[in-house]
């Protein structure tokens, strides 16, 4: 996802990201001690991956990333515009105002178990609050930094007081040390050697972990197999160089490690809804 920093952190104690692109884009699993807050205002249909648990997501859609916990979406449609807000308020912010964050998580994401208050609460004060922050980028009034200041002080009091539990400690889904160097030494060998054969017994002896654990443990913390992981990093790389026109198609695909273009297309499609020559498309019209 293309990030663009309206709202920047020198007058605010969170970090407010505007979304706003043509182009398909996904973002790879990730994760940060920040709590992260996502309102796809305009959003084609897209799968959201959060601590290991996926879903389908589009326009109306306000999705969370507890502290520490990984997350991604992917693009499953090229159609549609693209217009989005996040916030990622800092753990040591939220703590100095909740004292007890560490003692539960947030179940924004389980909207299947909303009960009708809380479907309320969503439609009618949640959502509407960013869509504001959303349309506050677009102002240069006196009172702007106010305005926004309020609105994600209000925006973290309905979380904490609507969607927050004590029935799910935060240290029951958040990453361990120990895993975040386990994912960090998988992440950045994949990163090394994506356009080159990797195996499951390949990471398994990388991290001394047996080959059941380890397909087990990046299903359950990733979101993704392992083929589906490198899948999503050769896609990435390649949406790079398709934007870079003195390269053929085919080149490209054999650059990053796919078979053939025929592989790359299909899992380009399969990760962001186009193929290289409709993403190429995408990026003449984007520009």
Known sequence: MKHEAIMTDDFLPVKVII???????????????????????????SKIGVAGETFEAETGRIWMANSMSPHFNQSLTSIGKRRAVSIQYPFHFVK??????????????????????????????????????????????QLYRLQVHIVILEILHILLKNFFTTAIPLSKIALTNEMVERIHAVVDYVDTYYNSEISLEDIARLLHLSRGYTAQMLKENLGMTLGEYVSFIRCQKARKDLLNLSLTQTEIAQRHGFSGLRTMNRQLVQHFGVTAKEFRAFSQVSD
């Open 96 to 141: 100095s105002l909740y004292p007890d964050i560490e003692k539960g998580s947030f179940i924004l994401n389980s909207q299947e178990s909303f009960t009708k208050e809380q479907w309320e609460i969503y439609q009618i004060e949640l959502f509407p609050r960013m869509e504001k922050l959303y349309d506050l980028h677009k102002e240069n009034e």
């Open 19 to 45: 979304h706003n692109e043509q182009m398909p884009a996904n973002t790879p699993p990730h994760w940060h001690r920040s709590i992260e807050v996502n309102a796809m205002l305009e959003w084609p249909l």
